[in-house]
T-cell receptor, first 110, second 118 residues
Framework: QQKVQQSPESLSVPEGGMASLNCTSS?????YFWWYRQHSGEGPKALM?????GDKKEGRFTAHLNKASLHVSLHIRDSQPSDSALYFC??????????FGTGTKLQVVP | GALVYQYPRRTICKSGTSMRMECQAV??????VAWYRQSPQKTFELIAL?????????EQNFTQEKFPISHPNLSFSSMTVLNAYLEDRGLYLC??????????????FGPGTRLTVL
């Protein structure tokens, strides 16, 4: 069973719209979250991290973490065609492991 | 800045043969290196994780006998896919972290080695 679940599997938003991605960890030992983005033909690159309850904003990207439910979301405001990519959530433990989620494919339509 | 190089970028091998891929971390102290396989469906599978002063840990369904890894230090790592078959095709990604930062440690990825098996 996949221990880091993401939804939706794919998402299409108009340019300028808001994209919302979700991620849940099923293991309380893995409660520190990262969002990674992977463009076609490249390796994943870290977008942002969130370790505490509440919101964290970086430019057009806002992450929200609820530690009680181990649910994290990523919201992309004013989506651009360049935001079209695969988005992965990764849950870290306090040690060496990062577990990656199933991924969400985002397409921003001009 | 922190960069991870992987080579080759693409490789094709005949079924039953082996191929070696390499990973190099530059611009930071890599104390953890993970090898992943990304399937054509884009899901990640962790193959093995190497950390400083610890033995290499292979995940379930992956073995040292099939995917031997060697590294003189964690800035240079190589992995071989032995006796490759169709199910081994995919994008092999190397991810490196500086675990002195604990869970704050971002994982830096290379662009991957795409393996095609004929």
């Amino acid at each position: 069973q996949q221990k880091v679940q993401q939804s939706p599997e794919s998402l299409s938003v108009p340019e300028g719209g808001m994209a919302s991605l979700n991620c849940t960890s099923s293991d309380r030992n893995f409660q520190y979250f990262w969002w990674y983005r992977q463009h076609s033909g490249e390796g994943p690159k870290a977008l942002m991290s969130i370790f505490s309850d509440g919101d964290k904003k970086e430019g057009r990207f806002t992450a929200h973490l609820n530690k009680a439910s181990l649910h994290v979301s990523l919201h992309i405001r004013d989506s651009q065609p360049s935001d079209s990519a695969l988005y992965f959530c990764a849950a870290s433990n306090s040690g060496t492991y990062q577990r990656f989620g199933t991924g969400t494919k985002l397409q921003v339509v001009p | 800045g922190a960069l991870v190089y992987q080579y080759p970028r693409r490789t094709i091998c005949k079924s039953g043969t082996s191929m070696r891929m390499e990973c190099q971390a530059v611009g930071f102290q890599a104390t953890s290196v993970a090898w992943y396989r990304q399937s054509p469906q884009k899901t990640f599978e962790l193959i093995a994780l190497s950390t400083v002063n610890s033995a290499i840990k292979y995940e379930q369904n992956f073995t040292q006998e099939k995917f031997p890894i060697s590294h003189p230090n964690l800035s240079f790592s190589s992995m071989t896919v032995l006796n490759a078959y169709l199910e081994d095709r995919g994008l092999y990604l190397c991810g490196a972290r500086d675990l002195d930062w604990g869970y704050y440690a971002e994982q830096f990825f290379g662009p991957g080695t795409r393996l095609t098996v004929l």
